[in-house]
């Protein structure tokens, strides 16, 4: 079992406007700092990160706010990623569970979680800042 801890940040939108644009993998580097770029491979995408190219398969598309992926990094290692929209009324919780893999030191894994922190802070400032419209 890993150890595992989950980053949130409230959005002021809509918990059907954050889903619909967290589910558009396309929308990714516009909030993210580790996906810097991204294009369609069949059911999956190929992502730009600072390191190196990902693959990375999404959920389905679904009524449930889940925007879950797994990012394969190499042949050997596929991380999953959950990642979830909640309503909190007329607003929206976006949580994010980081895993600590196998080999990971703490100072590592903390690295990672102040990455999630700010990648969450980017996404709220853009769903907030009046540009992205419902249905978007």
């Known amino acids: 079992m890993s150890e595992a801890r989950t980053v949130s940040v409230t959005v002021r939108r809509d918990a059907a406007t954050v889903y619909r644009y967290l589910a558009e993998p396309t929308n990714f580097p516009r909030w ?12 999956h ?23 879950d992926h797994w990012v394969q990094v190499n042949a050997d290692l596929e991380v999953y990623v959950p990642l979830r929209v909640v309503a909190n009324g007329a607003e929206s919780e976006v949580l994010f569970t980081v895993f600590r893999l196998a080999g990971m030191s703490e100072q590592q894994f903390e690295a990672d979680l102040a990455l999630v922190r700010t990648d969450l802070g980017r996404l709220k400032v853009v769903l907030e800042d009046g540009n992205v419209k419902p249905g978007t």
Request: aromatic share 12%; glycine share 6%; charged share 15%.
């Open 32 to 43: 993210s700092l580790f996906i810097q770029a991204i294009v369609p491979d069949g059911d």
């Open 45 to 67: 995408w190929i992502a730009t990160t600072p390191d190196a190219s990902v693959r990375i398969r999404f959920a389905p598309r679904n009524a449930f706010g889940i925007v």
